[in-house]
């Protein structure tokens, strides 16, 4: 399907296409059959593959070793390495790092990106944000943080308590959300605080058992319950303005949802192609699966809809290159979270017992996917900012000739 993405877009795609192919699927292939899991060692080798061909942390500016593209250019990238299991680790753009690198480049102080920055670009540390809270704290609903940092002198005292801290478990460090400022709305007194993870007073409380937590990998991120029990770290730990937390927060998030769009996306796509293959070689009841129209209707819906989301998302794009684009992120992200769950599952049943066994990838897939509908706003979080955006300026003359019920003729009149 053609998208009219940029030249530079297409150019750098086939080339990350061609290392998915020609390296990283072959080995992601082995490690299910055999259930070697693809070290530690293994994925460094895959930045050092990537470097050569000049495809390494797309989304990060060249000063600090990346790419240096805009989110139009780098989404068709993102895409062909979500179609791997280790395709975004492998080539240094999975989450929650690439979205911690996006923050400490846009907001971050020349110190902090030369302390911070560079290495975790380079791999050489792992960092992890810190947002979410147990009930009854920050959530779907993130003006019920209950996280405060406090300044004490030049130093913030932080007390937190987080979970799905994604890279939790081994992180160098955290971008901790907290309130700064108690007499303000949350939007408005809330800070993004850079908390080393040797400081006294952080703990690893566990890894968060959970769909989808089994990789082939032998790397363990996680998402961490953490507490943080009056840490105290510099002040100028601050990233970005103090009290602007969650207008970064949504910088960060608004690309970072349209990145997960795209690496599901090419999830949801390799799951076709799995199925659709199999389809062509398995026989039942007289003729291959493929032959089947039942099948045959639901793989064109599937790649119909697909498709209607990567235009989505492939727009969503252009306008964050030049404004916030909360309701085209927000559409962008909901209606492909439901496509990929649906397009995935459906994958799965084509191929029967080679769906739900794991020598195939799909079910790796399938236990991934669900979690979408969820991290990066719930659904119906989403539902919600589309549903306020769509009443906020309606136009009554579209109803002036709608019949209404005669006023004489209402209980009310009849009782005068």
């Known amino acids: 399907m053609e998208y009219h993405d940029s030249e530079k877009a297409n150019e750098i795609a086939g080339r990350v296409a061609a290392f998915m192919e020609d390296v990283v699927l072959p080995r992601e292939r082995e490690a299910l ?18 470097k050569e061909r000049d495809l390494f942390a797309p989304q990060v500016p060249e000063e600090y070793g990346g790419q240096g593209l805009d989110f139009s250019d780098m989404l068709p990238s993102f895409e062909q390495v979500g179609r791997s299991l280790i395709g975004a ?47 009854q704290g920050g959530g779907s609903d993130p003006k019920m943080l209950q996280s405060t940092a406090v300044k004490d002198g030049d130093e913030w005292v932080v007390n937190a308590h987080k979970w799905w801290t994604s890279d939790g478990l081994d992180a160098d460090f955290y971008l901790v959300m907290a309130r ?40 363990e991120g996680g998402h961490a319950e953490m507490k943080f029990d009056n840490v105290r770290v510099p002040v100028e730990n ?16 608004g690309g970072g949802r349209l990145t997960h769009c795209m690496r599901y996306s090419g999830m949801a796509q390799r799951s076709l192609e799995i199925a659709k293959a199999y389809l062509q070689e398995r026989e039942a009841f007289g003729t291959t699966l493929e032959e089947k129209q039942a099948l045959r209707h639901r793989i064109a819906d599937a790649e119909t809809r697909l498709h209607a989301a990567r235009c989505m998302v492939r727009h969503a794009a252009r306008e964050l290159d030049r404004s916030d684009a909360r309701i085209e ?31 195939l990838p799909i079910a790796h897939f399938y236990e991934n996917v669900r979690a979408f509908r969820i991290v990066d706003g719930a659904d ?29 003729l209402r209980i009310d009149a009849l009782d005068e």
């Open 33 to 50: 059959a055999t259930g070697e899991q693809i070290t530690t060692d293994e994925l460094e080798d895959f930045w050092e593959q990537a």
């Open 89 to 135: 680790h492998a080539i240094r753009a999975n989450a929650p790092q690439e979205g911690n690198m996006h923050t400490l480049e846009m907001v971050g102080t020349e110190d902090q990106k030369e302390e911070w920055l560079r290495p975790l670009v380079q791999g050489e540390i792992s960092s992890a944000f810190a947002m979410t809270e147990p009930k």
């Open 180 to 219: 700064t400022d108690l007499d303000a709305h949350p939007y408005e007194g809330t800070s993004i605080i850079l908390v080393p993870a040797d400081a006294d007073g952080v703990e690893v409380v566990r890894n968060v058992p959970h769909l989808g937590g089994h990789g082939i990998t032998e790397r």
């Open 238 to 253: 601050t990233i970005g303005e103090e009290n602007e937390g969650f207008r970064i927060a949504q910088m960060r998030l």
């Open 329 to 359: 992120v927000a559409m962008s992200k909901m209606f492909t979270a439901n496509v990929t769950n649906e397009t995935i599952d459906l994958a799965l049943q084509c191929c029967g017992g080679n769906g739900i066994g794991k020598d």
């Open 380 to 408: 119906e979080v989403h539902r919600r900012s589309i549903a306020r955006w769509a009443f906020e300026d309606v136009n009554d003359a579209e109803i002036e000739n709608a019949l209404q019920f005669d006023e004489d």
